[in-house]
């Protein structure tokens, strides 16, 4: 990771006051100080993990008719204001946003820049801090206030190489942090963040191909091979990379020791196509190859790739549900075996096999 910015800009709103204030830095960070640099780098480090590791994204990309962020960017792009300018302005116009609202915020908007090998990302994050007790060098206590990771607020990522390539219909990633939804709603709309990429539908979509080619196998062998494909996905979302769909057939196939991983990979494409040809408001990937679109637009339109939602991956294998006074989940898996059994008229469900630690409380 090369960190070449990081500025932080505390703000400040009550539910009831009509103003949001703001406490502007004055100052980028000097990462080229070794007394400091290594905190700055830490930092962006655990908001990176964070960021990573969530659930909650949304992809998308600057609303056409909502400019003055993505305007701000561009300035500071093309040199015509400093990176701590933009931030500033960029803050003030969040902040003003808030008056006369019932919004609340408490915290911190940190900004940095992340230079890779392949791209350049700048990152936005809603930052909050905790109190505690800290002992001084007399040994008295004192109140003392740090960073909460674990409370990190919303997240924003705009992958600037993508951007101005303008080859990405994602190039801007919206990750909802702990906290009130309607703020973090707030702040899309602030910066103009529009949707592009329903991942939850298209995680469906991708789990009934998984479905259905799980009952072209032998009975022992169906779930077990979507518990591997649902591990793999949820993997591949922890470490924040799209599941390419012949990387997960040549896993697949590293597990099951046939042919299957192979056939995965046809299945999943031939499934693709015939999506693809009936939707009538779309082209067939033969279609467009034959109007000469390039290799990108065709492979766009067979989906060879998925960004998956972690919560339909996981509904996938397993049925969880809960209310004040009741809490359930087992395996899909059971249902076949009818261990479990539901009667959809009724809407009851019977467990035909209690677990042991359950069935001895049961009958104490």
């Not at 609303?63 to 701590?84: G, N, Y």
């Not at 991956?313 to 009741?326: A, E, P, Q, V």
Request: net charge negative; proline share 3%; hydrophobic share 35%.
């Amino acid at each position: 990771m090369a960190l070449k910015h990081f500025v932080t800009h505390q703000i400040s709103k009550d539910i009831k006051d009509p103003a949001a204030s703001l406490n502007s830095s004055e100052h980028d960070a000097d990462l080229e100080s070794e007394d400091v640099a290594h905190f700055y780098a830490q930092t962006a480090a655990q908001l990176k993990s964070v960021f990573t590791q969530r659930s909650g994204k949304r992809y998308g990309v600057f609303h056409p008719e909502i400019t003055q962020v993505r305007a701000l960017v561009q300035d500071w792009q093309q040199e015509r204001e400093s990176f701590m300018s933009m931030t500033r302005r960029i803050s003030k116009h969040f902040v003003n946003s808030l008056d006369n609202t019932e919004l609340a915020i408490e915290g911190y908007l940190a900004f940095f820049l992340d230079q890779l090998a392949d791209d350049d990302r700048l990152y936005m994050f809603h930052l909050r801090r905790k109190t505690s007790v800290a002992v001084n060098p007399d040994m008295t206590l004192t109140e003392t206030s740090y960073l909460d990771f674990s409370n990190t607020g919303f997240g924003v990522l705009l992958n600037l190489t993508d951007w101005a390539a303008d080859d990405d219909s994602k190039y801007l990633t919206f990750s909802f942090g702990r906290g009130d939804k309607p703020l973090q709603n707030h702040f899309a709309e602030c910066i103009g963040f529009t949707d592009t990429l329903n991942t939850a539908e298209e995680t469906e979509a991708f789990l009934e191909i998984v479905d259905e080619f799980s009952h072209t196998l032998p009975a022992d062998q169906g779930f077990e091979y979507k518990a591997k494909v649902v591990d793999y996905c949820i993997e591949q979302d922890m470490r924040g990379e799209p599941v390419v769909f012949e990387e997960l057939a040549d896993f697949m196939a590293t597990q099951v020791k046939t042919d299957a991983g192979k056939d995965f990979s046809h299945y999943i494409v031939d499934k693709q196509k015939e999506r693809q040809q009936k939707a009538p408001e779309g082209l067939t990937p033969e279609q467009l190859a034959a109007q000469g679109h390039d290799t990108r637009v065709v492979a766009d339109a067979i989906k060879t790739e998925l960004i998956p939602d972690r919560k339909k991956l996981k509904g996938f294998i397993r049925f969880t549900g809960k209310n004040k006074d009741l809490s359930l989940s087992f395996s899909a898996s059971l249902l076949d075996k009818e261990e479990v059994v539901f009667d959809a008229v009724s809407n009851e469900l019977r467990i035909k096999k209690v677990p042991e630690s359950l069935l001895k409380q049961l009958k104490q």
